[in-house]
Nanobody, 117 residues
Framework: QVQLVESGGGLVQAGGSLRLSCAAS????????MGWFRQAPGKEREFVAR????????DYGDIVKGRFTISRDNAKNTVYLQMTGLASGDTAMYYC??????????WGTGPQVPVSS
């Protein structure tokens, strides 16, 4: 089993910055990569970013590329999402998945990131 604890969500103003954290525990040696998805009410889930456990490879969704940065601290088994230039369109629940394989995934609880105008 892999457990994921997310933190860092909260209200921010438009144009502001916020950093989300996702700490993994359990069978962390089995994790291939971790990342972030988001979903707003009434909208489809969107891919935000992912990073390999080694931290040497990262991928971003086109909707956030250039504004968000994903990173990892292996000593803490934690993945971060640094968000800058936030706008109302970024308001969503952000979920942290950990992939052991294409078929085995674990998810965090999804902290809310509301962006005020």
């Amino acid at each position: 089993q892999v457990q994921l604890v997310e933190s860092g969500g909260g209200l921010v103003q438009a144009g502001g910055s916020l950093r989300l954290s996702c700490a993994a525990s359990g069978r962390t040696e089995r994790i291939n990569y971790m990342g972030w998805f988001r979903q707003a009410p009434g909208k489809e889930r969107e891919f935000v970013a992912r990073i390999m456990t080694s931290g040497r490879r990262a991928d971003y969704g086109d909707i956030v590329k250039g504004r968000f940065t994903i990173s990892r601290d292996n000593a803490k088994n934690t993945v971060y999402l640094q968000m800058t230039g936030l706008a109302s369109g970024d308001t969503a629940m952000y979920y942290c998945p950990a992939h052991l394989s294409a078929a085995v995934q674990y998810w965090g609880t999804g902290p809310q990131v509301p962006v005020s105008s």
